[in-house]
């Protein structure tokens, strides 16, 4: 499944907060078919990354490459446009609202000018049930009412309800128990099967292992390095993680220490 | 996260109906203990407070005039509320809503009187005075992050300033037009009332038919028939009561003229409650409205345009205040720097609070403006026959309030504890 052109690629991404200078001159490919994880300490970059991606906000500058063409993300509407969903760390659901009108959040199905409630509960319980998910009571039930693990499973619903080419999962096991984590990574494995580039943030080592194909190292807003994940192993990854760098892998000496200064 | 296990051990089917009358009323139940609480205490309230009332002034509080004098004094409250249930749900505050119907209906009286527009005109002035005072608030709080409690405060005083000066040194402008003033002096024809009821049920009854047929055509759990007949023939009920009410002969007690017949102000209120219900309930806009409520950040990462939004809700406050400012002038046959002021606001954002609308943004609904408005005018209007302090109507009024933030509040942590 695998082609030349990445699905995505990134090219000396930079991104402040103000004073904070959060990303630097970061590239990032991630193909179609495979999963590529993105690892990196607490506050190396991640999740800022990826919310550049879908259109959150804009990154100060690099070029942004899709199915080998550049884009320009200047909204979440237009990152799902181009066929990318992303489920976020902190899930994004509104707690007043229902399972189905939250999968479906600024992309109701309409008849006229009137929501179409009956369509998108059905569509809403054959993706729950793709998922096999099963322990949501109601469709109807409203999101405050949820455990955090049926949340996080209607926030990664909402991202494969659509016919997207691009899946991004910021730590979706974060809050699942082991047999849901299980399910959740089946799931991941499943959609790169079937085509689909994915990039899933973890901290979980045993994750990365189990589904990544590449994975890409921040460390302190750089990218410390992408590789095959079959080329590394357990120790080298935390070491990326940790310091930067291993071995001959990841950033120069100078550039790592320089890099905890700043 | 302490997840405490949700509460909601009932078991929908997940294919099918809802199995019959007393399944709906667990439902329901289950709902209000997981704090989805809605109208409810408002609906007990009112009904306690109607039978407070008879009980001790009885013959006067239930005349067939009062009821009729009820719906005049809480019809004005009413659309001002449902004007503010768009802001509320957003989790904003308008506190200028009051001097905004004043303003209006300054405007409303000089074109009208002094300038001697016709009537469509001199309304289409006032609801546009509405529209444009609700888009500059709304650009200032949206565009400028002001939060919209400085801003309407600012607004409140402007806009009293900007209505003395509409309204001039005469002090009060009299409103004559006929068409203006039988929006609350008028009444329907008594066959007229009895079609309009006709029509509520009928509709009523049959929009939830058909939207429960479908969901059955889709497959999808729909209401039992036995719960719908259920309701519907409350509604008749509600609907023939009142209207049989208001269809009798009733006497003002210092005037010799009998009248009857449902007052023209009804089929408004009925419009605007079911218009702005739809737009609420049914329509992508108003279920943005409740998303940027509940979770601001997540309605923008799903890609709504949240400031066009609020901007677009606070046009629907002060328009809908703009309403209440006509209401105001016809009920009064005039307009005074007083029209819109004193506790006009405060009784409004009671009324949404009291009829179960969350301060806190999000919950809400449009029906909550009526049965709160009900509420505070049963205490206006039956507290004076008990007691001639207008201190204890004051206080009572604001316990009122009070009981009703509290219920938000508590049923808001109810709602948080029974998820995640
Ligand atoms: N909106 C913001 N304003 C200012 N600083 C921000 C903002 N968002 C992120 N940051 C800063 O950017 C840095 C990277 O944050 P980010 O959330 O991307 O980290 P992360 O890699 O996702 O970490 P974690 O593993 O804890 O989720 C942090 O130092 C954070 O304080
Ligand atoms: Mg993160």
């Known amino acids: 499944m695998t082609t030349d052109t990445p699905l995505l690629s990134l090219r000396g991404i930079n991104k402040s907060f103000g004073p904070v200078h959060v990303l630097r001159d970061v590239d990032l490919d991630v193909r179609a078919g495979r999963v590529t994880a993105l690892v990196g300490d607490n506050g190396a970059g991640k999740s800022t990354l990826i919310k550049g991606v879908a259109g959150i906000y804009p990154f100060d500058s690099g070029q942004v490459m899709f199915e080998g063409a550049p884009v320009s993300i200047g909204g979440p509407k237009q990152a799902n446009a181009l066929g990318i969903e992303v489920v976020y760390q902190d899930l994004a659901l509104c707690d007043n609202l229902d399972v189905v009108h939250n999968m479906f959040l600024g992309r109701e199905m309409k008849s006229g000018v009137t929501l179409d409630e009956t369509a998108m509960e059905k569509r809403a319980g054959e993706t729950l049930k793709g998922l096999s998910v099963r322990t949501l009571k109601s469709l109807r039930q409203q999101v405050s009412s949820l455990s955090g693990g049926q949340r996080q499973t209607v926030a990664i619903a909402r991202a494969v309800l659509w016919n997207s080419k691009l899946v991004i999962l910021d730590e979706p096991t974060a809050a699942l128990g082991v047999a849901q984590t299980e399910q959740v990574l089946a799931l991941v494995r499943r959609l790169a099967d079937n085509g689909l580039g994915v990039i899933l943030i973890s901290h979980n080592m045993n994750d990365v292992a189990a589904v990544a194909d590449d994975i890409a190292c921040l460390y302190l807003g750089r990218m410390a390095a992408q590789v095959e994940a079959s080329t590394v192993d357990n120790r080298q990854v935390v070491e990326l993680i940790t310091t930067g760098r291993s071995g001959d892998l990841g950033l120069q000496p100078e550039v790592a220490a320089a890099g905890g200064v700043a | ?420």
């Open chain 2, 1 to 420: 996260m302490s997840a405490l296990q949700q509460p909601t051990d009932v078991d929908v089917p997940a294919a099918g109906d809802t199995a019959g009358i007393g399944q709906a009323m667990r439902d329901y139940w289950a709902r209000v203990r997981g704090g989805d609480i809605g109208s409810l205490p408002a609906v007990l309230g009112l009904i306690a407070l109607v039978i407070l009332f008879s009980v001790l002034e009885g013959s006067t509080f239930l005349s067939i005039f009062n009821f009729a004098n009820l719906i005049n004094q809480s019809a004005a409250i009413i659309v001002l509320a449902m004007g503010l249930i768009f802001v509320l749900l957003l989790g904003e505050i308008d506190l200028s809503a009051g001097y905004a119907a004043g303003t209006a209906a300054a405007v409303l009286a000089v074109t009208l009187t002094n300038w001697g527009w016709s009537w469509p005109l001199a309304l289409a002035a006032a609801l546009v005075t509405g529209m444009v005072i609700g888009f500059v608030i709304g650009l200032l709080v949206a565009r400028l992050g002001i939060p919209s409690f400085v801003v309407t405060l600012a607004m409140f005083l402007a806009l009293q300033g900007l209505m003395l000066l509409i309204i001039g040194e005469g002090g009060t402008i009299p409103i004559r037009d006929d068409a203006i003033l039988v929006i609350m002096n008028g009444n329907m024809p008594v066959w007229l009332g009895w079609l309009l009821a006709l029509v509520i049920v009928a509709g009523f009854a049959l929009s939830t038919f058909l939207a429960i047929r479908r969901r059955r055509k889709a497959g999808l759990p729909a209401e039992a028939m036995s719960v719908w007949l259920v309701k519907v023939l409350a509604l008749a009920v509600l609907i023939g009561v009142a209207t049989y009410l208001l269809n009798q002969e009733r006497q003002l007690p210092n005037a010799k003229i009998v009248i009857q017949g449902v007052p023209w102000v009804v089929p408004v209120i009925l419009v605007l409650l079911v218009g702005l219900t739809f737009i609420l309930q049914r329509t992508g806009f108003g279920r943005h409205v409740y998303a940027v409520g509940g979770n601001r950040e997540a309605a923008r990462r799903s890609g709504i345009n949240v400031k066009g939004l609020m901007i677009t809700c606070f046009i629907f406050c002060s328009t809908l205040a703009a309403v209440a400012g006509v209401l105001l002038a016809s009920r009064d046959n005039s307009v005074s720097p007083t029209t819109g002021g004193a506790q006009t606001l405060l009784f409004a954002v009671g009324a949404a609070v009291i009829g179960g609308t969350s301060l806190f943004g999000g919950r809400g609904k449009i029906r909550d403006a009526v049965i709160g408005g009900l509420v505070i005018a049963v205490i206006a209007n039956g507290l004076p026959l008990i007691t001639q302090q207008s201190g204890i109507q004051f206080v009572v009024t604001g316990l009122v309030l009070l009981v009703a933030a509290s219920v938000d509040a508590i049923s808001r942590r109810k709602a948080a504890a029974s998820g995640a």
